[in-house]
């Protein structure tokens, strides 16, 4: 069964950094595209970044040159560093994983990230 | 201001059809069949059940459907029932610029 569980979000001044993580479990990481999507508070979706098998990534311009996203194979699991962070960061994140740039097919519960001082 | 644009709502009564619009551009939508739709519940995450335009994932209803013409996809519900009440939201690839976009959800009420 495949399984996401993201971890990490929390309480973050602005100006600060954090490190989401996304667990998996029944598949994979590194042989699948991983993906994160955001959610702000009473908003919609919104693509943040992208990591495809062969280890190429993209980002969203709102988060071009502040985010990081990675994999850590020998842990099955794909990391968000998130740098410089401001208020409009402030959404619920999750890590998916896709079977096309714009198929998320499996989500993982979402983290809470808070970026306020 | 979101990329695709939805409708903010629509609605309708149960047994009824009803459809949701997804209007892009020639640089995602209407250059690319990489349009995906997916079901919202409050609190919930999101759940893909359309992909590629018209495809649908294995245990998805039949009566959820896919299609596109030109900029704009479209989600068609056929047979409303009251579990359909949900946020919906319309995905495009949109080229190596910008890689990928949403629509900015349309909630769905089942009157």
């Known amino acids: 069964e495949v399984q996401l569980v993201e971890t990490g979000g929390g309480l973050i001044q602005p100006g600060g950094s954090l490190r989401l993580s996304c667990a998996a479990s029944?598949?994979?990481?590194?042989?699948?595209?991983m993906s994160w999507v955001r959610q702000a508070p009473g908003k919609g979706l919104e693509w943040v970044s992208v990591i495809y098998s062969g280890g190429t990534t993209y980002y969203a311009d709102s988060v071009k040159g502040r985010f990081t996203i990675s994999r850590d194979n020998s842990k099955n699991t794909l990391y968000l560093q998130m740098n410089s962070l401001r208020a409009e960061d402030t959404a619920v994140y999750y890590c998916s994983r896709s079977t096309t740039v714009t198929t998320f097919y499996y989500w993982g519960q979402g983290t809470l990230v808070t970026v306020s001082s | 201001q979101s990329a695709l644009t939805q409708p903010a709502s629509v609605s309708g009564s149960p047994g009824q059809s009803i459809t949701i619009s997804c209007t892009g551009t020639t640089s995602d939508v209407g250059s690319y069949n990489l349009v995906s739709w997916y079901q919202q519940y409050p609190g919930k995450a999101p759940k893909i059940i359309i992909y590629?335009?018209?495809k649908r994932p294995s245990g998805v209803s039949n009566r959820f459907s896919g299609s596109k013409s030109g900029n704009t996809a479209s989600l068609t519900i056929s047979g409303l029932q009251a579990e359909d009440e949900a946020d919906y939201y319309c995905c495009s690839y949109a080229g190596t610029s910008t890689f990928v976009v949403f629509g900015g959800g349309t909630k769905l009420t089942v009157l």
């Open positions: 029944g598949f994979t990481v590194s042989s699948n595209y």
């Open positions: 590629e335009v018209s």
